[in-house]
């Protein structure tokens, strides 16, 4: 079983920064990613930023040049830096986990973190 413990997030006026974290713990296989997912009211839940162990970045077009993915291998956690913060980012962040191992792939949410952008 894998626990992920979020932290961050807040109000922020539109223009500011906040930085979300995410650290994994459990049995974690050597092959997997983490990210950040975000589901705004009455819209689908959708990928924010994901950082494979293996290196691979991968962004959401609303917000690539704004936000920023680090990962710690050593400790399994993520950061994601958010800078220029718009409104439309305002939404609850998710963690999420994703590892293979033994043939089969298992996939873990945090309990989510609100993240609000007043204009």
């Known amino acids: 079983q894998v626990q992920l413990q979020e932290s961050g997030g807040g109000l922020v006026q539109a223009g500011g920064s906040l930085t979300l974290s995410c650290a994994a713990s459990g049995t974690i296989f050597s092959i997997n990613v983490m990210g950040w997912y975000r589901q705004a009211p009455g819209k689908q839940r959708e990928l924010v930023a994901n950082?494979?162990?293996?290196?691979?970045?991968n962004y959401g077009d609303p917000v690539k040049g704004r936000f920023t993915i680090y990962r710690d291998n050593g400790k399994n956690t993520v950061t994601l830096q958010m800078n220029s913060l718009k409104p439309e980012d305002t939404a609850v962040y998710y963690c999420?986990?994703?590892?293979w191992g033994a043939g089969t792939s298992y996939e873990y949410w945090g309990q989510g973190t609100q993240v609000t952008v007043s204009s």
């Open positions: 999420k986990l994703t590892t």
């Open positions: 950082f494979a162990n293996g290196g691979g970045r």
